[in-house]
């Protein structure tokens, strides 16, 4: 399998951008992130694509699209962060000039809708980081926790080794047992189920996948794992990451629905393949960053996820 390219590490002193590719941050939020950044001995240059709206959206899919275009290309732009998810990232994919971007290899980092955008750019180009948004996760009172992971993750040049756990969720939890080393892929369920078909989800074939969603009734989360296993890889994975699922149990208690633990128990309970779950990846406050595309490990039965490779160079 063909290597991807690796971002330069960040540095202090050097310059963050902020975008928003689907829908526009809260102002008060985004200001507190971004304070909390230069804080932290970075500059930051929030794109004033930032402020614009169109219905959902932080203004209209080209010009979302020509901010991060933009940034890719600014040679004093070191890392460019999402400042939220939203809605509508996957409309940019008709318009970004992916091969420019890919030439030109930057952090970045989003969740959520920005799921679709961390496929496309590591598909076949650089390594791209599932983690904390500044409008969103480091304008909460617990932000250090997410904040210290990220940079740990985008200024070291050496493998970061096990990720552990804030200590409100408690340890990770083995659900399956086994152990695996395999590229590292995966995102936000509801989003890699809108990707499929359009060419730009990678595979999971041999892969280790994590997984985590928000706001989704056990339904929908049973039609979206059943699209995946139906019409992608992902059975084929070498093992699994269950992230949270924020407020995805029944809602309407005179529904007749299955549980969330059933859903999970019927998709990934009779894999042969370690599966882990319990991680604080997704909608969580305090969020652990995951390079998606470099080499990583799971040890269920000692409920450990690990990173064996450097992101950054």
Known sequence: MARIAKPEALKKGDTIAIVAPGSSPKLKYLKLGVKRLRQSGFNVYVHPQCFLKKGYLAGDDRTRANALIEMFVDDSIKAVFCARGGNGSIRLLRFLDLDLIKTNPK???????????????????????????????FSCGNYKFSLDNLLNIIMTTEPIGKLKNPKRLGPIKKYRPGKVEGIITGGNISLLNNLVGTGFLTSFKNKIVFLEDIHEEPYRLDGYLSHLFLATDISQAAGFVIGQLVDCNPTRRTRPSLRLDEIIDEYFGSLRVPVITNVACGHGTQNLTIPVGVKGYIDAGKKIFGITEKAVR
Not at 111 to 135: Q, R
């Open 107 to 137: 952090i970045f980092v989003g969740y959520s809708d920005i799921t679709v955008l961390l496929h496309a750019f590591s598909n076949g180009g650089f390594v791209t980081f599932h983690g904390p948004m500044p409008a969103v996760n």
